[in-house]
């Protein structure tokens, strides 16, 4: 019992020091940051978050991030329900197949997809829109939420089904009253997971907007700027990109653990 | 019943269709033209395709991938599935610890490679000073073999949270029961654990060793800040050299070619893997 905590704890350590050196050096100035290696700020000071929250650029690209990162979970519940339903409840020809070609997708190379994705998006008007950003990760985010919801809705009984229908349910009734409330956790697990890997995802962000929809790191690359790198500057704003993520799964923490308890992921 | 089937993938579909069906086309149209920006594509048939069979960075950073998933499957998983039975089941230490893992997993792509790269590095962290204390010359800038264990760790870092809730979640899933009939027929530890805990866990650890086999092939982001593929090329890995090539070489044709040949590797690659999970101790998991 004793070994397993201490264990658990190292490994929790092993976790927070990077991220603790990141907070830490971004309370110090550029010039102790590169002379100085202290484990608390020698001169606190809060100069480089004022330099980042006093350009709009930087504000307005969080909330863009945010926007398309909802609609393609949004996108990623409403189209893989449904077709994880059909995977999990009936067998046709080439079933498996499907799956796993839907999968294949999940692995074509992010990096690759840059230039072609552009051209598309550019060509159907949608460059620069929250939405181009939001159906091209959907290229890896549905299928993984068809394959995650899959798992949950298996472990929901077939016969259930059945027997809703064999008390007069109609489909949308069924799915609404009984089948939604059942595999709520799994669509929380399966948003957590689709935020997760579009939220972190930022090549094709960038590569699909200009201006008006453009996210996090293009604010990033900026402070390298005319004074050339400044470690301030940058260490902070990678703090500011944590933070999302980390005041979302404090807010979800409850449904996190009762998902995850639910199992069958 | 079967149509009802088709009509319930149908919106999944089309949406993965449209953003993979028309790239994917559009790729393996480049790869089989020569074509130098600013002037006329040539079609050049599978020139490109042979030109990268004697491409030896290319070749190379193929070995060194297969060399990273390998490594990083092998301390990954168990790492991931040991914190998850070390997690509490309930209470508020879980809560925390949830909320912990979570963290690394939410940080964008470059901001990882930039954590590690601010944490290790000699004119910004406080690696090399440790390290050096114990008498350990760490340089990840110059020295191969450091610059390698830095990857593996920062990799390490990212992505055990995610194998750990994985594995927790399915941890969940084992009915008590389970644990009590183990332990009236006095199974060790050890055989509980092998043989109750393992086999349940089968489907989710088939999903954790994908996953990451798949995405440890598309690393980039964190690579491309934390060592850039360097020193020299002994961290180039195969989508480092092959976005090079497509965005920024010169023929885009040749890394277009690249991309399939690329894409083909993982896509095979989980194939086999899919299929041995798949066939391991066949029958636990019913329809």
Known sequence: ?265 | MKNRAWLFLAPALMLVSLSAFVPIMTVINYSLHLLFPGSIPEFYGLANYQELLQDEIFLESIKRQFLFTAQILLIEIPLGLLVALAMPVKGRWLTLILVLLGIPLLIPLPIVGMVWRVFTRADLGVVPEILGMVGYDYRPVEHVIDAWITTIVMDVWHWVPLVALLCFAGLQTIPEPYYQAAKIDGASQWATFRYVTLPRLRYVLIIAVLLRAMDSFNIYSEVFVLTGGGPGNTTNFMSLYTSSQAVGGTDLGYGAALSMTYLYIVVMLCYVLYTIMMNMGKGARQK
């Open chain 1, 1 to 265: 019992m004793k070994k397993k905590h201490i264990g658990l704890i190292i490994y929790i350590a092993f976790l927070l020091i990077p991220l603790y050196w990141m907070v830490n050096c971004s309370f110090k100035s550029t010039t102790e940051i590169m002379t100085k290696l202290t484990w608390i700020p020698e001169k606190f000071t809060l100069e480089n978050y004022i330099h980042i929250f006093s350009n709009v650029v930087w504000r307005s690209s969080f909330v863009n991030s945010l926007i398309y990162v909802s609609i393609n979970v949004a996108l990623c519940i409403l189209a893989g329900v449904p077709a994880a339903y059909a995977f999990s409840r009936w067998r046709f020809r080439g079933d498996k197949h499907l799956f796993f070609w839907l999968l294949t997708n999940r692995m074509a190379p992010v990096a690759i997809f840059m230039i072609p994705m552009f051209q598309l998006y550019s060509n159907l008007g949608l460059f620069d829109t929250h939405l181009a950003v939001a159906l091209c990760h959907l290229v890896f985010n549905l299928p993984l939420s068809i394959w995650i919801l899959e798992g949950f809705i298996s472990g929901v009984p077939k016969e259930l089904d059945e027997t809703a229908f064999i008390d007069g349910l109609s489909f949308s009734q069924f799915f609404r009253k009984i089948f939604f409330p059942l595999i709520r956790p799994g669509i929380g697990v399966t948003a957590f997971f689709c935020f997760l890997f579009s939220w972190t995802e930022l090549l094709l962000a960038r590569t699909l907007t200009g201006v008006s929809a453009k996210p996090i790191v293009v604010a990033l690359t900026r402070s390298q700027g005319a004074e050339g790198w400044n470690w301030g500057v940058l260490i902070a704003a990678g703090v500011l990109t944590m933070l999302p993520g980390v005041v979302m799964v404090y807010f979800i923490r409850n449904y996190i653990a009762k998902g995850f308890a639910m199992g069958r992921v």
